[in-house]
């Protein structure tokens, strides 16, 4: 689990953007909006004052004319802007930036976010119990997944996204709980944002905010994050986007332009599968009763 953000912009992002992203980033990983243990719960597990800080490691990748790509093992509020601003490249375009509740895998850098790979970098929310293997993570795991994905297809081939994640993500799992993502598709020039989380283990309101991201807008500048930025980052956004469940955004990083993909059969098999899962649990407990 994680909070993270992408910032995008043409001809290329400045250094108050940039410094803002982490301002940003450092607020929703100390828990601001305050979200609980138990809100996420969804009953008296935790404790009421607890937040959910998201200490457990952060990372940046940001792209110009290179490529700078750190992976910390501090949380990114216990360090400086200069020291995660520190080298920059020149001209920069994407800004990548992510802030780690560690769920499953070591705290260590081979579960840190962001994964560079060879033809994606990206970022994981929440949590796909099952699919861990050799230590890597279920993020780590997944961005394997879409990486070898990337290389076969393009970002345009809807179909083929979605039988992937059906394939080799879902059918693998023991538990399907959320599946969000931000990916920046290095041969493209194209962001690719999934919204994906099973809709029944959704329990209270905050839970629901805390499993979908905003994008906002301005001309050819696009920010994308876990929460709402509340015009830090993009003073002027003429759009704003609240994402849906089981849907995909393509970003054009040149023009900004948005394109919004409904991802169907995978919806009818996560929810339906939930709801099998109940009337089991059901059918098992009037066994039981009897």
Same mark, same amino acid.
């Given at each position: 689990?994680?909070?993270?953000?992408?910032?995008?912009?043409?001809?290329?992002?400045?250094?108050?953007?940039?410094?803002?992203?982490?301002?940003?980033?450092?607020?929703?990983a100390q828990g601001r909006p305050d979200f609980t243990h138990a809100n996420l719960g969804g009953g008296p597990k935790w %404790?009421?004052?607890?937040?959910l800080i998201h200490g457990d490691g952060s990372g940046i990748y940001i792209k110009g004319d290179t490529e700078i790509h750190?992976?910390?093992?501090?949380?990114?509020?216990?360090?400086?802007?200069?020291?995660?601003?520190?080298?920059?490249?020149?001209?920069?375009?994407?800004?990548?930036?992510?802030?780690?509740?560690?769920?499953?895998?070591?705290?260590?850098?081979?579960?840190?976010?962001?994964?560079?790979?060879?033809?994606?970098?990206?970022?994981?929310?929440?949590?796909?119990?099952?699919?861990?293997?050799?230590?890597?993570? %279920?993020?780590?795991?997944?961005?394997?997944?879409?990486?070898?994905?990337?290389?076969?297809?393009?970002? %345009?081939?809807?179909?083929?996204?979605?039988?992937?994640?059906?394939?080799?993500?879902?059918?693998?799992?023991?538990?399907?709980?959320?599946?969000?993502?931000?990916?920046?598709?290095?041969?493209?020039?194209?962001?690719?944002?999934?919204?994906?989380?099973?809709?029944?283990?959704?329990?209270?309101?905050?839970?629901?905010?805390?499993?979908?991201?905003?994008?906002?807008?301005?001309?050819?500048?696009?920010?994308?994050?876990?929460?709402? %930025?509340?015009?830090?980052?993009?003073?002027?956004?003429?759009?704003?986007?609240?994402?849906?469940?089981?849907?995909?955004?393509?970003?054009?990083?040149?023009?900004?332009?948005?394109?919004?993909?409904?991802?169907?059969?995978?919806?009818?098999?996560?929810?339906?599968?939930?709801?099998?899962?109940?009337?089991?649990?059901?059918?098992?407990?009037?066994?039981?009763?009897?």
């Amino acid at each position: 689990m994680c909070r993270m953000s992408i910032l995008i912009g043409a001809p290329y992002l400045n250094n108050q953007q940039l410094d803002a992203q982490v301002n940003h980033l450092k607020d929703m990983a100390q828990g601001r909006p305050d979200f609980t243990h138990a809100n996420l719960g969804g009953g008296p597990k935790w %404790d009421q004052s607890q937040k959910l800080i998201h200490g457990d490691g952060s990372g940046i990748y940001i792209k110009g004319d290179t490529e700078i790509h750190e992976r910390f093992s501090n949380a990114i509020y216990n360090i400086s802007k200069e020291n995660i601003l520190e080298q920059l490249p020149n001209q920069p375009t994407v800004s990548l930036m992510h802030a780690r509740f560690a769920t499953s895998g070591n705290k260590d850098e081979i579960s840190t976010h962001p994964f560079n790979l060879d033809h994606i970098v990206g970022v994981h929310n929440g949590f796909v119990k099952g699919i861990e293997k050799n230590n890597k993570s %279920d993020s780590a795991v997944i961005m394997d997944v879409l990486n070898n994905h990337f290389t076969r297809y393009s970002s %345009d081939n809807m179909d083929a996204l979605e039988q992937t994640i059906i394939r080799d993500i879902v059918a693998q799992s023991e538990n399907y709980s959320t599946m969000n993502l931000i990916l920046h598709i290095k041969g493209e020039n194209k962001t690719v944002i999934i919204c994906s989380y099973n809709k029944s283990k959704v329990e209270s309101k905050e839970r629901l905010e805390y499993n979908t991201m905003v994008i906002k807008k301005d001309g050819n500048v696009v920010y994308v994050a876990s929460e709402d %930025d509340e015009g830090s980052v993009l003073e002027d956004a003429k759009e704003t986007i609240e994402t849906k469940n089981h849907t995909v955004y393509v970003i054009d990083e040149e023009t900004g332009e948005i394109t919004e993909h409904k991802l169907d059969e995978l919806e009818e098999i996560v929810e339906g599968e939930s709801e099998e899962d109940s009337q089991e649990s059901t059918d098992e407990a009037v066994a039981e009763a009897a």
